[in-house]
């Protein structure tokens, strides 16, 4: 039903008040009942919102094309629709043409009452819009399809529906980016020109600016002054903005990698088609390109251009969206070359998604110290991975040792044909982590590495341990020269664990170190790409005492190793080498020569020990017999050539080793070498005690010949048998159990005599230059304090000479005597007038009442008061001595002396026997006769005959 306005007559007809007052009253409760529920909706709105009111929209007017239905109250013959003619006018019944273009309904209706006044009494007059005529309006500026538009107006329960100024707009395709929505005006004729601020529409959703239009009027978008990225982007999304559904076409120019015309067709998911979707079509940015400037270039409605500045760095950086521009149809991207090359942007870049696909290979050239320069394809990772430095350089082969990685530069060419340089540090990426460093390249890059000034073997340790190192899997040719067992051209083989190729490894292939080199001082020489030659200064010391893997440093291809001899020879260095893994092996035997103070000096084959021990100068005394007791073990001498044809000589103190454990001072020694034991000038007991309990001491498995002199009880040569198994000599220390000493030589001489000074023995020894040494021996030191070491251990041709005592004291004699080197018995011939006369073996030092004692003490015919002491002395001469006996009295040199060997008691007869014995000379004949008588009596008796 459409819009109604009823006027009723002043003057009705009788005929017809009735149906008339009816209409009025049933009118008016309508309108009451309206009025009642507008006001309701009002109190809602005003409850709802304290917004200020929009202005009331006019009221419909009437032109060509509309469709009214005009009912005349109770003359139905009246009662019909009409369609207003061009002109503005309908042609009604009975009163012919009215005009009612330009009124609203209600006007209409009074004109027409008006005119059927004079037709009717009182008419009550209705007018309803039946079908109201399109709005003709026109939109121009900046709006995708400016022209003139038909609108239709929707009519029915609700009233008219007019066309709002969005609809318009919408209509026409949607208003350009360049609109300047706070200006838009409406120009409506008769009423002037209406300000619209479509922008308050869409940040504040002031519906008020969504004006109804009506006939004839016109839209005008202005071009704004200037681009708001950030007002841009919710344009974009406004209902009146173009559809997203339709492809655009744009051009994109500068550092892309397609630049040219694009299409940007419309995203499935709606997406609007911003700059970064244009990049994407474009193939992406180049790493050349500075997003921090980029341009779009709009044209306007009016003919000018707008110049738009995006920065979309900060899109990647802040992720302000508003850089990201909704582009429209006809804009240009200009994306500018970076002035100066920037790292970090670079890598920021080339995780946009504005930038260029990972699944296409890129020609770059990669030159200097590379293993394979020249021009190489990168090609697509199947992870997805961009192709930077890294990359590139993996695939040239990996970096060669001599390159400096801390000054590759990449050359860029740009899109304006100069030439960008980006200054990359790798040595930050390995060591920092620094990710920027591995720039990201882009087609027709050229890498270059150049070459160290000077080499730091830790930067080389780092490099060799890179993903941009040289493969492990192929063999390299190296010269290793110097101090090494076999010098010359090597080929280092890959290893199956995958070690990189290290002067160590090259080293071990060469046959390990010489003892002769002095490891501190190696020098890696090495060609670069450019001709020149690096040299890297080898300190394989720290590696071994602080374990500084710096130094191994890694080789390439054609390095030169060389291993100088040392100027002096550090012994704690040689047992470091010699246990290190470059040391040769120890599974080949040694030539050395062993001269001077050993058993049998001469030159000698040092065999591999089972157990892989080194070749030590133990090992070689050993091999040549042992050390002789003659020999001055704190001044040893190693005498080595070197490769230079020099020698060395250096002094080994291996008393050192004896008496501290100090493994420093025996020598590893080398292939060729010369030790020379020298003959000791002052020999001391002690010396030959910790000699001799050495394992470079002579064995004691041969027979020993020696002389034993002076006060033994057998003076002259022996021959010391070995033991087997060796017995257990008494004071002898452990470790020489089983070694001939003094006091086994003195024991198989019979021991020594009472006479003997032990104090003052002597060992007299010849080296092997023919001096004689002399090595006092104190035994008493021996018996008194434990002294061990002066029981020296013997080597072949010794002499050992006890002299006699000046005085011997008789206490202790008898200690001396419990000794093992003395004799365990003495013989002593007692005779005369005792019980057992004749030899009695006694202990040494026994005294003279002992020795009485033991030949059964005096007879009866003893004279016990004295007794004559018969000694054979060492000149030759007999001594006899009258000695007062006294059994209660001690040892002493006068009434009870201790006796040696083979002495003579005398025990002469008492007085009363010598007279009683020459009274038997005198008597013995008649004895004899009476004697005779006895025995014929008694013979007689037995056969019975008295004889008187």
């Known amino acids: 039903m459409g819009y109604r306005s009823m006027v009723g007559a002043s003057n009705p007809k009788p005929n017809s008040i009735v149906k008339p007052a009816t209409s009025i009253f049933l009118s008016g409760l309508l309108v009451l009942t309206g009025a009642e529920v507008s006001f309701a909706q009002t109190r809602r709105r005003v409850t709802q919102t304290t917004a200020t009111p929009c202005p009331q929209a006019e009221p419909y007017t009437l032109g060509a094309g509309d469709r009214i239905q005009l009912d005349v109250f109770n003359v139905p013959e009246y009662t019909r629709e009409y369609q207003l003619l061009p002109d503005g006018t309908v042609n009604l019944a009975l009163v012919g043409r009215v005009s009612v273009a330009g009124l609203t309904l209600e006007q209409a209706s009074n004109v027409v009452r008006t005119r059927y006044a004079p037709f009717l009494r009182r008419p009550i007059i209705t007018v309803i819009l039946v079908a109201p005529r399109p709005l003709n309006v026109a939109v121009s500026g900046e709006i995708t399809r400016p022209g003139s538009y038909s609108i239709p107006i929707t009519a029915g329960g609700a009233g008219i529906q007019f066309p709002t100024l969005t609809q318009a707009l919408t209509l026409a395709g949607g208003i350009t980016q360049s609109a300047d929505l706070p200006r838009v005006q409406v120009v409506r004729p008769g009423r002037g020109t209406i300000a619209v601020n479509l922008l308050s529409l869409l940040q504040r959703g002031d519906q008020c600016q969504n004006i109804a239009l009506r006939d004839g009027d016109s839209i005008f978008i202005p071009t704004a002054a200037g681009i708001n990225p950030a007002a841009a982007s919710q344009l974009a999304t406004a209902s009146f903005a173009p ?150 350089l993996q695939v040239a082969g990996g970096i060669r040792q001599s390159a400096d990685i801390s000054r590759i530069q990449v050359l860029r060419p740009t899109r304006g044909g100069g030439q960008q340089v980006f200054n990359v540090n790798l040595q930050q990426l390995l060591r920092a982590g620094d990710r920027s460093q591995d720039l990201i390249l882009q087609q027709g890059d050229t890498v270059f590495v150049p070459t160290a000034t000077s080499v730091n073997p830790a930067q080389a340790l780092d490099l060799a341990a890179a993903s941009f190192a040289p493969t492990t899997n192929q063999p390299i040719n190296v010269a290793v020269v110097g101090e090494v067992t076999r010098p010359g051209p090597q080929v280092v083989q890959p290893d199956q664990s995958g070690a990189v190729p290290t002067v160590s490894r090259a080293l071990q292939i060469a046959g390990g170190i010489r003892q002769s080199a002095d490891i501190s001082r190696i020098q890696v020489i090495r060609s670069t790409r450019s001709g020149g030659q690096q040299t890297l200064n080898v300190d394989l010391s720290q590696l071994l005492d602080n374990g500084d893997r710096a130094q191994d440093v890694i080789l390439q291809q054609g390095d030169t190793v060389f291993v100088p001899p040392a100027t002096s020879v550090n012994a704690t260095q040689a047992l470091d ?372």
């Open 243 to 392: 559809a997203g559904n339709q492809p655009i076409n744009v051009v994109v120019v500068g550092e892309v990698t397609r630049p040219g015309p694009q299409i940007v067709q419309p995203d499935q998911t709606g997406a609007l088609p911003t700059i970064s979707r244009a990049l994407q079509v474009a193939g992406g940015i180049r790493q050349s390109a500075d997003i921090s400037r980029i341009q779009v270039r709009r044209a306007t409605r009016g003919g000018r251009q707008q110049a738009i500045s995006v920065n979309l760095q900060r899109l990647l950086r802040a992720g302000d969206r508003s850089q990201d521009l909704v582009l429209q149809q006809g804009d240009t991207i200009v994306v500018p070359t970076a002035t100066t090359a920037n790292r970090f942007q670079a890598l920021d870049l080339a995780a946009a998604s504005f930038a260029p696909t990972t699944n296409q290979p890129i020609n770059v050239a990669v030159v200097g110290e590379v293993t394979r320069p020249g021009p190489q394809v990168v090609q697509p990772d199947q992870s997805g991975a961009v192709p930077t430095v890294s990359r590139a």
């Open 577 to 948: 080498l010699a246990a290190s893994s470059f040391a040769p092996a120890t599974n080949q035997p040694l030539n050395v020569v062993v001269v001077g103070e050993v058993t049998r000096p001469g030159p000698y084959v040092v065999q591999p020990e089972g157990t892989g021990a080194v070749p030590t100068l133990a090992r070689a005394l050993q091999v040549a017999g042992g050390i002789r007791q003659t020999a001055d073990i704190t001044q040893i001498q190693i005498i080595r050539l070197v490769r230079g044809g020099r020698q060395q000589t250096f002094t080994v103190n291996y008393s050192q080793l004896l008496q501290t454990a100090d493994r420093t001072q025996d020598i590893i020694l080398q292939q060729g070498d010369t030790i020379f034991v020298p003959a000791s000038v002052s020999p001391t007991a002690a010396d030959s005690l910790a000699l001799a309990s050495s394992s470079v001491s002579a064995t004691g498995a041969q027979p020993l010949n020696v002389a034993v002199t002076g006060e033994v009880q057998r003076p002259g040569s022996y021959v010391i048998q070995p033991a087997q198994p060796p017995t257990v000599i008494v004071s002898a220390l452990p470790s020489v159990a089983g070694l001939p000493t003094v006091t086994q030589a003195i024991q198989i001489a019979g021991g020594i005599t009472q006479s003997a000074d032990i104090r003052r023995i002597e060992v007299r020894r010849v080296t092997q230059a023919g001096v004689e040494q002399r090595i006092s021996v104190n035994f008493w030191q021996l018996l008194v304090s434990g002294d061990r070491s002066q029981d020296i251990v013997l080597q072949q041709g010794d002499t050992i000479f006890v002299p006699t005592a000046v005085n011997i004291d008789p206490a202790e004699a008898a200690l001396l005597a419990d000794a093992s080197f003395s004799p365990a018995t003495i013989p002593v011939n007692v005779v005369g007038e005792v019980t057992r006369p004749g030899i009695t073996q006694v202990r040494p030092n026994t005294p003279l009442n002992q020795a009485i004692l033991a030949a059964g003490g005096f007879n009866t015919r003893a004279r016990k008061a004295t007794v004559e002491l018969l000694r054979l002395n060492p000149n030759g001469t007999v001594s006899r001595r009258t000695i007062e006996v006294d059994l209660d009295k001690g040892t002493n040199e006068q009434t009870n002396p201790t006796l040696r060997p083979n002495d003579v008691i005398l025990v002469a007869r008492s007085g009363l026997a010598r007279t009683t014995d020459s009274l038997g000379l005198i008597l013995n004949p008649v004895g004899q006769g009476f004697s005779f008588l006895n025995f014929f009596r008694d013979f007689m008796r037995l056969f019975g005959v008295t004889v008187p």
